[in-house]
């Protein structure tokens, strides 16, 4: 047995191109001289036929459409065992509302998270009589599908953009967002797809890792200030930038694990250039610049 992750999407909300955005990334991709990138999601299996979806992206129809895998085997039966979401931002939820139409799985949450969906009736949706919502404590290994058992873990980040108050704090530890450790037979990968800072919790959880997905959100910390196109910097969002202090490009090195992949890049972020020198400082430091589609095995 082995675990196997295959990343649906890996760029942050908005995805590449964003609808509304005519940054350089984004027109190069409408050229088709930069490859596309969906919203953040990843699927899972133990190899025994049974996938989870990590993350339920807006831009999940097409990522399942293009992943045979994923396909039904007969009328209404799919290998899509059960559905995890590590925050309640509508990149890792709004694919919820597409994952109707009678099919049972189970949806897994912290509390927390369950609680932000109970609230919403749009998510009524989703017939609970077919999908059973479980609510998982933080630290508390479980079955997500037979054989490929995960743990959540607090990560520092916040609630959802739609959920901010007047103020908000941004690198808050506990149950609004998660890192997920995805393990079978003996197999470990973590992901990881929105972090504030580098925790000692995290830093602990890592030890026994063979592979890490990671937040690759931005490049710099006052990537989106700098381009014009916001006026909120990287950690402001809950995401540690990849360069600068505190930068997340060598923040594993010591640490490990051997495998570094990042996912949840924003579409301004250089790195979604393959021939760009940050995507190439990004690999000489031993990372993997995730796309959607690619297959990770460890
Ligand atoms: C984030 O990762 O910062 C969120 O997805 C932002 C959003 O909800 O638009
Ligand atoms: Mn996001
Ligand atoms: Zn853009």
Same mark, same amino acid.
């Given at each position: 047995m082995s675990l196997t992750v295959t990343i649906l999407g890996a760029a942050a909300g908005g995805g590449l191109p964003q609808w509304n955005c005519g940054c350089p990334n984004c027109q190069r991709a409408r050229a088709g001289e930069i490859p596309p990138a969906t919203q953040s999601s990843i699927a899972v299996t133990a190899a025994n036929g049974q996938w989870a979806v990590v993350n339920a992206s807006p831009d999940i129809r097409g990522q399942l459409e293009r992943t045979p895998a994923l396909y039904p085997s007969g009328p209404r039966r799919s290998p899509i065992g059960a559905v995890l979401v590590t925050n309640g931002d509508l990149d890792h939820v709004a694919g919820l509302l597409t994952l109707r139409e009678k099919q049972p799985f189970r949806l897994f949450a912290t509390p927390e998270i369950h609680a932000i969906l109970d609230a919403n009736?749009?998510?009524?949706? %989703?017939d609970r009589g077919l999908v059973e919502r479980h609510a998982v404590g933080l630290d508390t290994p479980f079955d %997500?599908?037979?054989g490929l058992q995960a743990t959540l873990y607090a990560v520092p980040g916040k609630v959802p953009l739609f959920l901010e108050g007047e103020t908000v704090a941004t690198d808050q530890e506990g149950e609004a967002t998660v890192g997920v450790r995805l393990a079978a037979d003996g197999r470990v990968a973590h992901y990881v797809p929105g972090c504030a800072r580098l925790s000692d919790r995290l830093t602990a959880e890592l030890e026994d890792a063979h592979m890490l997905l990671f937040d690759?959100?931005?490049?710099?910390?006052n990537e989106m200030i700098a381009a014009g %196109?916001?006026?909120?910097?990287g950690r402001r969002m809950g995401h540690m930038p990849i360069t600068g202090p505190g930068g997340s490009l060598h923040a594993f090195d010591e640490i490990g694990p051997a495998k570094r992949v990042y996912v949840h890049m924003n579409n301004t972020n250089p790195i979604l250039d393959p021939t760009s020198p940050e995507h190439a400082q990004a690999q000489a430091a031993g990372w993997t610049v995730g796309a959607d589609g690619m297959v990770l095995t460890v």
């Amino acid at each position: 047995m082995s675990l196997t992750v295959t990343i649906l999407g890996a760029a942050a909300g908005g995805g590449l191109p964003q609808w509304n955005c005519g940054c350089p990334n984004c027109q190069r991709a409408r050229a088709g001289e930069i490859p596309p990138a969906t919203q953040s999601s990843i699927a899972v299996t133990a190899a025994n036929g049974q996938w989870a979806v990590v993350n339920a992206s807006p831009d999940i129809r097409g990522q399942l459409e293009r992943t045979p895998a994923l396909y039904p085997s007969g009328p209404r039966r799919s290998p899509i065992g059960a559905v995890l979401v590590t925050n309640g931002d509508l990149d890792h939820v709004a694919g919820l509302l597409t994952l109707r139409e009678k099919q049972p799985f189970r949806l897994f949450a912290t509390p927390e998270i369950h609680a932000i969906l109970d609230a919403n009736p749009v998510f009524e949706a %989703l017939d609970r009589g077919l999908v059973e919502r479980h609510a998982v404590g933080l630290d508390t290994p479980f079955d %997500l599908l037979p054989g490929l058992q995960a743990t959540l873990y607090a990560v520092p980040g916040k609630v959802p953009l739609f959920l901010e108050g007047e103020t908000v704090a941004t690198d808050q530890e506990g149950e609004a967002t998660v890192g997920v450790r995805l393990a079978a037979d003996g197999r470990v990968a973590h992901y990881v797809p929105g972090c504030a800072r580098l925790s000692d919790r995290l830093t602990a959880e890592l030890e026994d890792a063979h592979m890490l997905l990671f937040d690759g959100t931005l490049w710099h910390d006052n990537e989106m200030i700098a381009a014009g %196109l916001g006026h909120k910097t990287g950690r402001r969002m809950g995401h540690m930038p990849i360069t600068g202090p505190g930068g997340s490009l060598h923040a594993f090195d010591e640490i490990g694990p051997a495998k570094r992949v990042y996912v949840h890049m924003n579409n301004t972020n250089p790195i979604l250039d393959p021939t760009s020198p940050e995507h190439a400082q990004a690999q000489a430091a031993g990372w993997t610049v995730g796309a959607d589609g690619m297959v990770l095995t460890v």
